[in-house]
């Protein structure tokens, strides 16, 4: 079943409130400060080796960098939409721009483990509040024809972030410093917070149940199994250390489940996952981000702690892999409208899986550009059709009145994926990390091709016959 925001188009023009005339100028204002917030996903990796010999840190620390961030994002992101709708989306995007503009700028300023963490969980927690609220604003802003060009805009900028995240934190890296990959954040969030109040109209919040305890749940749930699967890098799949976080996770899940079902106001709706659509979407989304940030986790280690490339030059050679991965998801729009969901969905992950294939022979030395550029840019190519395919399956199979629904849980995906995904593979790699070599890089490489083949082969059952036409129904990011 088709759905689209086009119903608004047919309804009686007094029905609709007069177009704001600051609407544009707001648009760009919300998008450039979703732009930091993806912009965040991808800019770390490439200055991961530098905090590391700044700040003394271990592997397990370095992932704990990437993953806070993409857990504290994705795991209260529905809370946070929840919030714009009961304090207001002004208000709920002020507040997230403000917690997350301090938080970078307490994580520029880190000495220590402990702070860089700390300042990573307060940026992913305003994140959190503000890009639901921020979505909200642009959907409730716009209506009809315009609403799908300014959420197309929308898309496209929380596209474009991650290619310009692994540029820019090389750039900023090789130059002034890796605080600035953070510091940077500070004057535009500035610029933002006192650009909003005059361009943002405040609308009248709505009433609304907060569901904490189902937030804390699934946030700790996935914390708890995050840090299990890290641990096991250093302390065997079967110590307690181990087994204890991962045994914690699974209770917590259990408990999130009974508290959804139980709830009058549940902060995810678990019904949405009988939808077919929906849960092979979510699957997808989860499936793909993985695989990417694991990429770019994987590889700007690699290249700078076993072939002694610079951020900069590290940047430079991720970049044609981000402009693959949007290549990508231009190709799987087309195909998706042609050919249908699944076999763009097969086809996607298969591509993705023989591209990482050669990467699961990386040399330790020889030609870099010859060798393993080949195969992270086909990988990507595969995966950004993943992406594609995976929003407009959940988003343009499932009844209109369900739509936001389905993309609170693809939006909770895609971020809670990269967390699941650099877990894995640095535990996979953590022999690599450690002692200088390429092994467990091709271990953990290894893992990521079985991965991408195993979720071609899921996604020729579960992904569902037909063609979604994309509309201008909520959009991941």
């Not at 917690?99 to 994580?107: D, N, P, R």
């Not at 967390?419 to 894995?424: D, L, P, T």
Request: net charge neutral; glycine share 14%; charged share 10%.
């Amino acid at each position: 079943m088709t759905h689209s925001a086009a119903g608004a188009r047919h309804a009686p023009e007094h029905a609709r409130p007069a177009p704001d005339p600051r609407r544009w100028a707001a648009l760009a204002l919300i998008c450039l400060a979703q732009f930091m917030l993806i912009l965040d996903v991808t800019v770390v990796n490439v200055a991961l080796p530098d905090m590391a010999a700044d700040l003394d840190l271990g592997r397990e620390t370095l992932t704990w960098v990437v993953t806070s961030y993409t857990l504290c994002f994705g795991g209260l992101m529905l809370l946070g939409g929840r919030l714009a709708d009961a304090l207001g989306a002004r208000r709920t995007l002020l507040a997230g721009l403000a917690l997350f503009t301090a938080a970078s700028l307490i994580t520029g300023l880190a000495d220590g483990a402990p702070v860089l963490l700390g300042g990573r969980i307060a940026q992913g927690t305003g994140a959190a509040l503000l890009s639901p609220s921020a979505l909200s604003i642009v959907t409730t802003t716009f209506h009809g024809a315009e609403r799908n060009k300014a959420l197309g805009v929308w898309a496209a900028v929380g596209g474009s972030g991650a290619a310009v995240g692994v540029l820019l934190g090389g750039a900023l890296t090789d130059g002034p410093g890796w605080q600035w990959i953070f510091y940077v954040n500070v004057p535009v969030g500035l610029l933002v917070l006192a650009a909003v109040p005059a361009l943002v109209a405040a609308r009248a919040p709505q009433p609304a149940r907060l569901d904490v305890p189902g937030a804390l749940l699934v946030t700790g749930g996935t914390g708890a199994l995050i840090y299990g699967l890290v641990e096991a890098g250093d302390s065997g799949w079967a110590a307690p250390a181990t087994l204890v976080p991962l045994a914690g996770a699974a209770l917590a899940y259990a408990l999130f489940t009974v508290a959804e079902r139980a709830g009058r106001a549940p902060l995810m709706d678990l019904r949405m996952f009988t939808r077919r659509p929906v849960l092979a979407g979510a699957f997808l989304m989860l499936t793909a981000t993985a695989l990417l940030i694991a990429f770019f986790f994987l590889g700007s280690v690699y290249l700078q702690h076993l072939r002694g490339f610079s951020p900069l030059r590290t940047g430079l050679f991720f970049l044609p892999v981000a402009v693959a991965t949007g290549a990508g998801a231009h190709l799987g729009s087309r195909l998706v409208g042609r050919i249908g969901s699944r076999p763009t969905a097969v086809a996607g992950m298969a591509i993705a899986a023989a591209g990482t294939v050669p990467l699961t022979r990386l040399p330790d030395a020889g030609g870099v550009y010859t060798a393993v550029l080949p195969g992270f840019a086909v990988a990507s190519l595969g995966i950004g059709a993943v992406f594609v395919t995976a929003t407009t399956t959940a988003l343009a199979m499932v009844e209109h009145h369900e739509a936001g629904l389905a993309s609170g849980v693809v939006n909770t995906f895609h971020e809670v994926g990269g967390s699941i995904g650099v877990a894995v593979v640095s535990t996979v790699a953590a022999s690599g990390i450690e002692r200088g070599t390429a092994d467990g890089f091709t271990d953990a490489f290894t893992t990521c091709a079985v991965a991408a083949a195993l979720g071609a082969a899921v996604a020729l059952g579960l992904v569902p016959r037909g063609k979604p036409q994309t509309t201008g129904g909520p959009h991941v990011h």
